[in-house]
């Protein structure tokens, strides 16, 4: 079956701007995750769903970064007044439930630059 | 804050060579889990080890979790060019309670000549 998808796989946009990216799950998968990579490290934790509420945002760096799941599938993160610092790798992850023996199924990512 | 640190960063083999990568933290895990990024991908899971002292083998692959569950280390034996890659350990909170949140360590960036 189909893996994690991310759209747009590319976004170049500028400072001050507004961004939306998008994943879809793997089909039915309950648990939906969001991180962050920047060049040279390890990948960040953001923000997880559990169906459609998000069960733990402790990860989001401020207020500018929002993210939905209105339908508990496809998945948008939303962040405002971008700034250069935001440019990095996003990562989306999915598993069949929030356990920590189920495998965490990543998409290739949205790579954001800002300039 | 949770951190895993691993080591070492960058690591530059022959064909045929052993190796062996630490992931270190001050705190507990639930679980440890190690993933292979190739370039413009996401990770992909090798394995998961959830018992203190549990060592798990995949093909030329060893991933021990050590009796604390503090620890783990990966080791490749007779390392092949199609082993490079960035390898990162993540682990989840043991006191946490947002299942399945992962911690990961920087990254080994590994290159296997031929």
């Known amino acids: 079956g189909a893996g994690v998808s991310q759209t747009p796989s590319n976004k170049v946009t500028e400072k001050g701007k507004y961004v939306e990216l998008r994943c879809d799950p793997i089909?039915?998968?309950?648990?939906l995750y969001w991180y962050r990579q920047s060049l040279g490290q390890g990948p960040e934790f953001l923000i997880y769903?559990?169906?459609?509420?998000?069960?733990?945002d402790s990860g989001l760096p401020n207020d500018r970064f929002f993210a939905v799941r209105p339908e508990g599938s496809v998945s948008t993160l939303k962040i405002q007044r971008t700034e250069r610092g935001d440019s990095a790798v996003y990562l989306c992850?999915?598993?069949?439930?929030?356990?920590?023996?189920?495998?965490?199924?990543f998409g290739p990512g949205t790579r954001l630059l800002v300039l | 804050t949770q951190l895993l640190e691993q080591s070492p960063q960058f690591l530059s083999i022959q064909e045929g060579e052993n190796l062996t990568v630490y992931c270190n933290s001050s705190?507990?895990?639930?679980?440890l889990q190690w993933y292979r990024q190739e370039p413009g991908e996401g990770p992909v899971l090798l394995v998961t080890?959830?018992?203190?002292?549990e060592v798990k083998k995949l093909k030329r692959l060893t991933f021990q979790f050590g009796d604390a569950r503090k620890d783990s280390s990966l080791h490749i034996t007779a390392a092949q060019p199609g082993d490079t890659g960035l390898y990162l350990c993540?682990?989840?909170?043991?006191?946490?309670?947002?299942?399945?949140?992962?911690?990961f360590g920087q990254g080994t960036i590994l290159t296997v000549h031929p």
């Open positions: 089909s039915g998968h309950t648990a």
């Open positions: 769903f559990q169906g459609t509420g998000a069960a733990d």
């Open positions: 080890v959830v018992t203190g002292g």
């Open positions: 992850a999915s598993s069949l439930t929030p356990t920590s023996w189920e495998t965490q199924y």
């Open positions: 705190s507990v895990f639930s679980s």
């Open positions: 993540a682990g989840e909170d043991a006191g946490g309670t947002s299942y399945g949140k992962l911690t």
